[in-house]
């Protein structure tokens, strides 16, 4: 691994996928070329969920009221009047919590991606390069599982994470793998794109993070690097050889899909508003109404959106679906009510 002078925070080491940019495609390399180059990078760089965290360090020891934990100001809910009158304790258990959950969610979606992946993967023909390449991806998304709900563990938070409607739509988005590869590997950059841009912007941010939280982010943004870079080559490839009928069905989904998954990742869950009886008003003022939040969620979408148009899936139609769910400006509608 060759540390570069990025800033995401020390021994973060920048991906090669993305010191190279993600035009692979385009001249110099092919499609299956850089499959093969993502697969060999798989082999060469890759983590484990124990060797490579240092669990049991008692610098990596999770405890509740370390004001690590806390909402920086500039966060939507730790900028508001609510949460900086609450005590101490109760601040940094808040964000102890947010990240817990952030955490479950992110694995239950992983769950999701790596069933998904595996019926995928079971359409493929004898001798495709994808093959090898996405079961790399299951593999490492397997150890990002592991990370995450021992991360959840040691919190000491019991969380449900998704709701049964959430859980139940997961259901139908596994069978998407293997009937829609297209619409599929959409919801997959609709989960890993915000994520993704969560975890790097704090990790830029300079505020003080929990080594722990720091580690885990660091393994994780390294190996979604290849996800991404798979999930939209793979779009470039596929989507311009569908008929009228699938092009219309991806341009509407697409958005829509977007709406749902990228608030999971960046607002409170319901449990954490009742459990700490964070009043409406608040959540109306930090997210709902806050014009701050709702660029941030444009932001976090943003390559997935540049992708759409580039990919001729932002008809004028569906451009008006983005508009209404608020991931275009000018806003017409807040994200939900
Ligand atoms: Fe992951
Ligand atoms: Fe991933």
């Not at 593999?139 to 592991?146: C, M, N, V, Y």
């Not at 939209?232 to 829509?256: D, K, N, V």
């Not at 014009?291 to 451009?319: F, M, Y």
């Amino acid at each position: 691994m060759t540390p570069t002078g990025a800033s995401l925070g020390a021994g973060y080491v920048v991906p090669e996928e993305e010191r190279r940019g993600f035009a692979g495609g385009t001249g110099e390399e092919n499609y299956a070329e850089l499959v093969a180059r993502l697969s060999h990078q798989s082999v060469v760089k890759h983590f484990d969920a124990y060797a490579d965290v240092p669990w049991d360090d008692p610098e990596f020891r999770i405890d509740p009221d370390d004001p690590r934990w806390e909402l920086p100001p500039d966060d939507e809910l730790g900028g508001t009047a609510w949460y900086r009158s609450q005590a101490p304790g109760l601040r940094s258990r808040i964000g102890l919590h947010m990240m817990a959950t952030f955490m479950k969610i992110g694995l239950q979606f992983e769950g999701v991606l790596k069933e998904g992946l595996l019926e995928f993967a079971l359409g493929l023909p004898n001798g495709s390069p994808e093959f090898r390449y996405t079961y790399h991806e299951i593999i490492e998304e397997a150890q990002h599982s592991l990370m995450f709900q021992e991360f959840v563990n040691r919190t000491g938070f019991d969380i449900p994470g998704l709701v049964w409607w959430q859980r139940l739509g997961a259901r139908q988005v596994v069978r998407l793998g293997r009937r829609f590869p297209e619409l599929f590997f959409i919801f997959v950059l609709a989960g890993e794109d915000p994520i993704d841009h969560v975890q790097r912007t704090m990790l830029r941010s300079g505020q003080a993070i929990h080594p722990l939280l720091r580690r885990i982010m660091q393994i994780h943004v390294t190996e979604e690097a290849r996800h991404l870079c798979f999930a939209r080559h793979y779009l470039r490839e596929h989507t311009e050889r569908l008929g009228p009928l699938r092009r219309f069905a991806l341009a509407i989904r697409a958005p829509l899909i977007l709406a749902v998954m990228a608030p999971l990742m960046m607002r409170p869950s319901g449990q954490i508003v009742r459990a700490y009886g964070i009043p409406r008003a608040v959540i109306r003022e930090a997210y709902t109404r806050n014009p701050v939040h709702l660029t941030r969620v444009r932001e976090a979408l943003c390559k997935v959106r540049e992708l759409c148009i580039e990919l001729g899936l932002v008809t004028p139609v569906a451009r008006r679906l983005w508009q209404v769910l608020g991931l275009w400006e000018p806003l017409s509608l807040g994200l939900t009510a």
